[in-house]
């Protein structure tokens, strides 16, 4: 059997990764401790922080004569994610666990980027019942919440510790590889808005023997697929919604950054893009909206997520953004434009219907993108329109076989 590497801080929280420890083991699975602490240990590790510093390029007594936080944070997190990096490579690990506060949280999370998606991974932190998403990343972490601060060991901890023990243990000691897929993997982009062209675009593309990972155009959702398709996982994309760059240009909380629409383009990766939900920019509850975007045009589409329509110069930005980026492609990318819509809330009668801010966003695309690197395809429908959903698939199919040619 792997065995769990535990990556911490063991000046500082040496306690508590040894109970840790040892409920792993007690439960029947090895464990390889890595230190990733600047002083001494309480009890000595697999992997010594002199081993994590050099990986670093840093000798640990510098580290220990300035005993900067910050410096020590980040140079421990780079040699740490080295030395996992090796035991990856060499096959020794099944799974991860670490825990802490902020600055042990941000050592784990730089360990949880070089680890691949499946392999088991388990962060108790002190900052999991806020943002987590600079922990996260674009990673399948579980995160639990440590309830009391990760200092000294007490009833609590030990409770929370003695769970996220038992959990990463079982989950190495029950998994089982799974039969890898024959079938060229698609990723595709979906909010629920365009959820009806996705629809009838997968099925379409799972028919023709494909097989379709769909993500939710979240932010979070953009940046795992980016990743992914870089890392060479996809044969095509099929990327319907790009949703996101309302947020990242306006302002809004399902930003995915400034690389969404990079990867399948500088990847040479054969893409189908649209302008699925680039109506809205999305928000909270109602009263977390900010005050500057008073008068605005908004829809609660529930509770906890208010809707902002984009204007008509967002949409000329947005397409130019959009069309430049699609247009570091070689070839192997077709851009659809839906003629009468461009979501659910974009269509006749509907409360986003806009007209002049879709013309407005054409313009830019048919101005920006070059076709010489991505071809431009119009059609008098809209977005959510059977045809248009099934003309997208098509012209992936006929990318992907293209490009095997």
């Known amino acids: ?3 769990i590497v535990i990556v911490g801080t063991l000046d500082t929280k040496g306690n508590e990764f040894g109970f840790l420890k040892n409920v792993i083991e007690s439960a029947g699975v090895e464990t390889i401790v890595v230190d990733a602490g600047i002083f001494e240990p309480t009890f000595v590790p697999d992997v010594t922080n002199d081993v994590v510093a050099t990986k670093a390029g840093v000798n640990i007594q510098v580290l220990r004569e300035t005993n900067d936080r910050g410096i020590n944070v980040k140079t421990m997190s780079k040699g740490a994610a080295f030395v996992v990096q090796d035991l990856l490579e060499q096959g020794d690990i099944g799974g991860f ?3 802490g506060g902020s600055g042990g949280s941000s050592i784990a999370a730089e360990v949880i980027k070089v680890l691949p998606v499946g392999l088991p991974k388990l962060l108790v932190s002190t900052m999991a019942a806020g943002d987590v998403s600079p922990y996260v990343g674009v990673k399948d972490v579980m995160m639990m ?6 200092a000294g060991l007490n009833n609590v901890l030990k409770e929370v510790l003695t769970n996220a023990g038992l959990a990463i243990a079982g989950v190495v000691k ?38 379709v990972v769909v993500f939710h155009a979240t932010g979070s959702g953009g940046r795992s ?24 240009l306006v302002g809004g909380v399902l930003n995915a950054g400034p690389d969404r629409l990079d990867a ?40 906890t997520v208010t809707l902002m329509r984009t204007t008509v110069l967002e949409n000329q930005k947005l397409g130019e953004i959009i069309g430049k980026k699609v247009s570091q492609s070689q070839g192997n990318a077709a851009f659809f434009i839906p003629l009468k819509g461009v979501s659910m809330l974009d269509a006749e009668g509907m409360p986003f219907e806009g007209k002049d801010e ?19 395809v119009e059609l008098d429908h809209h977005i959510n329109d059977e045809a248009f959903a099934l003309a997208m698939a098509d012209k992936l199919i006929e990318l992907i076989e293209k490009q095997e040619d």
Not at 178 to 197: D, N, Q, W
Not at 225 to 245: C, H, N, P, R
Request: include cysteine; glycine fraction near 6%.
């Open 358 to 376: 879709r013309k407005a966003l054409y313009d830019a695309l048919r101005q920006h993108i070059d076709q010489r690197a991505c071809a431009l």
């Open 145 to 150: 919440y440590s309830i009391v601060d990760v």
């Open 97 to 99: 666990i670490s825990l």
């Open 174 to 211: 029950n998994k089982q590889p799974l039969e890898a897929s024959t079938k060229p993997l698609i990723a595709a982009t979906m909010f629920g808005v365009t959820t009806p062209a996705v629809t009838i675009a997968r099925e379409h593309l799972e028919s023709k023997g494909y097989e």
């Open 225 to 248: 697929m980016e990743a992914l398709t870089a890392s060479g996982y996809f044969a095509g994309v099929l990327d319907i919604t790009t949703t996101e760059w309302c947020d990242e």
């Open 1 to 3: 059997m792997k065995k």
């Open 264 to 303: 399948a383009s500088k990847n040479n990766v054969p893409q189908v893009v649209s302008v699925g939900a680039l109506d809205m920019v999305n928000f909270g509850p109602i009263s977390t909206v900010p005050e500057q975007f008073k008068g605005r045009l908004f829809y609660e589409h529930n509770a």
